[in-house]
Nanobody
Framework: VQLQASGGGVVQTGGSLRLSCAAS????????MGWFRQTPGKERALVAA???????YYADSVKGRFTISRDNAKNTLYLQMNNLKPEDTAVYYC?????????????????WGQGTLVTVSS
C-alpha cells in the first residue's frame, strides 16, 4: 500500500486546512487509518483515527476543531482542521493498518505516508 499525503501549508491562527491521504495498491475500506503529527524532538502522536466500521478517536487537543473522514470510493482519508493554533504546527502523517481496529501507538500501523508540513503562524 502506498499512501500519499497532501494539503499542508502555512496558515494564520484561526485558519483552516484540509489534509488528504490518497491510498493505492489496496482498498482502505477494511483498514483502520489515522493521522499522526510530529514536531522536532518529540514522538509521533496520534491526532485522529477511524476504524473500518467508522468509529472515531480524537486527541483531546483537537476535539471540536478537527474532523477525520474517509471516502472509500475514492480510497482517500481526510483531516479537516479548523480554528488552527500555533501548537498545531507539525509534520502530519497518515497511516493505515492491515486490520480494521485503530490503535494509539505508531508501531501498530503498517503503512505510512510521507508527511505533510502544517505551519500555523501567530
Amino acid at each position: 500500500v502506498q499512501l500519499q499525503a497532501s494539503g499542508g501549508g502555512v496558515v494564520q491562527t484561526g485558519g483552516s486546512l484540509r489534509l488528504s491521504c490518497a491510498a493505492s495498491g489496496r482498498t482502505i475500506s477494511s483498514s483502520a487509518m489515522g493521522w499522526f503529527r510530529q514536531t522536532p524532538g518529540k514522538e509521533r502522536a496520534l491526532v485522529a483515527a477511524i476504524s473500518s466500521g467508522g468509529s472515531i478517536y480524537y486527541a483531546d487537543s483537537v476535539k471540536g476543531r478537527f474532523t477525520i473522514s474517509r471516502d472509500n470510493a475514492k480510497n482517500t482519508l481526510y483531516l479537516q482542521m479548523n480554528n488552527l493554533k500555533p501548537e498545531d504546527t507539525a509534520v502530519y502523517y497518515c497511516a493505515a493498518r492491515s486490520g480494521g481496529v485503530y490503535y494509539y501507538i505508531p508501531s501498530m500501523y503498517d503503512y505510512w505516508g510521507q508527511g505533510t508540513l502544517v505551519t500555523v503562524s501567530s
